[in-house]
Nanobody
Framework: QVQLVESGGGLVQPGGSLRLSCAAS????????MSWYRQAPGKERELVAR????????NYADSVKGRCTISRDNAKKMVYLQMNSLKSEDTAVYYC????????????WGQGTQVTVSS
């Protein structure tokens, strides 16, 4: 059974930091490209960051570049998103996503974790 379980969301003040975690199970994690997406109320889901299977050359949305870092631990089947200097516009539900690097149509979503940036 495939599972992606996000954690680490919450309420944080502007300028603060959060570290999101995603625990994966039920598939061969090391062969999946891992991403974080977010969806704010009334907006479409958007890519925040993506990390390839090797863990190198991650890419980021322009809106978070320089403030967020995605990382993965293939041994632990975990992916993380470190978010710093948070802004109110970062408020959204953050989703973990996995896509098979060798079978593009095979992909999975987590249930999401709420991040609220507010004073």
């Amino acid at each position: 059974q495939v599972q992606l379980v996000e954690s680490g969301g919450g309420l944080v003040q502007p300028g603060g930091s959060l570290r999101l975690s995603c625990a994966a199970s039920g598939f061969t994690f090391s062969t999946y490209i891992m991403s974080w997406y977010r969806q704010a109320p009334g907006k479409e889901r958007e890519l925040v960051a993506r990390i390839p299977i090797t863990g190198s050359s991650a890419n980021y949305a322009d809106s978070v570049k320089g403030r967020c870092t995605i990382s993965r631990d293939n041994a632990k089947k975990m992916v993380y998103l470190q978010m710093n200097s948070l802004k109110s516009e970062d408020t959204a539900v953050y989703y973990c996503h996995a896509r098979n690097a060798m079978a593009w149509a095979q992909n999975y979503w987590g249930q999401g974790t709420q991040v609220t940036v507010s004073s």
